[in-house]
Each structure stands twice: as C-alpha cells, then as structure tokens.
C-alpha cells in the first residue's frame, strides 16, 4: 500500500468516525487550496500578459520598419517608371501615365473599400 492509499483510508475512517472537525478542516483545506490556485492563476495571467506586451511592442516596431521599406521600395519603382518612360514619352508625358495609372489603382482600392463600407452598414442597419 502506497502513502497515497494510506492517506485515503485515514481519511476514510476518520470520516466514518463521525470526526466533524475532520469536515471543517477539509473545507479550509480546500478554500486554502483554492486560494493557492487562484494566486497561481494570477501570476501565470501577469507574466503572460507581461510577455503578449513586450512581444506586441516588438511585432509593431518590426512592422513599421516593413511599412516603411516598402513604401521607400513603391517610390523607388515609381521614379523608376518615369526615368523609364521619359525617352519616350518626354518628361510630362512619363509622369502623366505613371499618374494616371497610380489614380486608376487608387480608384479601384476606394471602390473595393467603399463596397465593404456598404456591406459593413448593411449588416448592422435595422430591418423595419
């Protein structure tokens, strides 16, 4: 026999006893523990929260730098189309196309957005 069946059959008997300071004990063994329990539980929730914040902080530096870097890599190519084109087209003629075809792009995004917009709307409005 085991300690831990050992523990169990004092239990056991002590209970069939009719100890009732046994029962009580038990109860303030289980608020004790409860209390261990919800303690544990909080810290483990800090540091994770504490980790998910530092790791957060990091992720959004790192994103920015993207961000950044490809808005400097957008702009190199742009730049690069009119040096490209103006041969060709001639200065103004190189900057109006490479324009035009940035608006064109931008109109479709702001299509696309404002439809989302709509459908966005359109499941939070009220049926009457």
Do not use: W
Not at 59 to 65: K, N, S
Not at 74 to 92: C, E, K, Q, R
């Amino acid at each position: 026999m085991d300690h831990g069946d050992q523990a169990l059959k004092d239990q056991d008997t002590a209970t069939a006893g009719g100890d009732d300071s046994s029962v009580f004990e038990d109860v303030a063994a289980l608020i004790d523990d409860g209390r261990t329990l919800v303690e544990a539980e909080l810290a483990f929730q800090k540091t994770r929260l504490s980790y998910a914040g530092q790791r957060g902080t990091t992720a959004a530096l790192f994103a920015i730098a993207a961000l950044v870097l490809v808005t400097l890599a957008v702009f190199g190519v742009i730049v690069g189309a009119i040096l490209a084109l103006t041969p060709s087209l001639g200065a103004v003629g190189a900057t109006a196309v490479v324009a035009g075809i940035l608006l064109l792009i931008a109109g479709i995004c702001a299509a696309v957005a404002a439809q989302n917009a709509r459908m966005i709307a359109k499941a939070f409005r009220k049926d009457d």
